[in-house]
């Protein structure tokens, strides 16, 4: 069995894109949940490519 962790954060205006608060935010709920320093993201973006989600597991 493999157990998984998912760390997700939604901007609050998908439109505008993710703040850098927002963003540091998501950095912070990641290494207070001691994800590795390797793990890849998952960015989903709008057509101005500003960040809409973001996930890791």
Known sequence: M?????IRAEASDPKA??????LA????A???DDAA???PLRAVVNLR???KK???R
Request: glycine fraction near 12%.
């Open 17 to 22: 894109g993710m703040t850098l608060a927002e």
């Open 2 to 6: 493999t157990l998984t962790h998912t």
């Open 30 to 32: 990641a290494l207070r």
């Open 37 to 39: 320093d390797d793990v």
């Open 49 to 51: 490519g500003g960040i």
């Open 54 to 56: 973001l996930e890791t």
């Open 25 to 28: 935010a998501f950095v912070q």
